[in-house]
């Protein structure tokens, strides 16, 4: 069975760090796409960042791009999102989202709150 859990949300100042960390668990046979989405209060969940399975090509959203990295660690099915010089604006839920063979599994999500 297939899980997507994140964690590592929390509360930071603004132009504070936070790494997000998604372990995706029981994909079998080859490696999901993995990628972050932000859901800010009131608004649509948008892509923030997102790696590929096979060489690890990511991509970012314009607004994080430069402050935020993605990375994965293969071995330990894990997905992280790196967030440096954190803005108010970045405040939201971050959703982990994989996908295999066109199946979309989301995390519950974390709470990302950046305030002063």
């Known amino acids: 069975q297939v899980h997507v859990v994140e964690s590592g949300g929390g509360l930071v100042q603004p132009g504070g760090s936070l790494r997000l960390s998604c372990v995706a668990s029981?994909?079998?046979?080859?490696?999901?796409?993995m990628s972050w989405y932000h859901q800010a209060p009131g608004k649509e969940r948008e892509l923030v960042a997102a790696i590929t399975s096979n060489i690890g090509s990511t991509q970012y959203a314009d607004s994080v791009k430069g402050r935020f990295t993605i990375s994965r660690d293969n071995a330990l099915n894990t997905v992280y999102l790196q967030m440096n010089s954190l803005k108010t604006e970045d405040t939201g839920v971050y959703y982990c989202?994989?996908?295999?063979?066109?199946?979309?599994?989301w995390g519950q999500g974390t709470q990302v709150t950046v305030s002063s």
């Open positions: 029981g994909f079998t046979f080859s490696r999901p796409s």
């Open positions: 989202k994989a996908v295999q063979y066109g199946i979309v599994h």
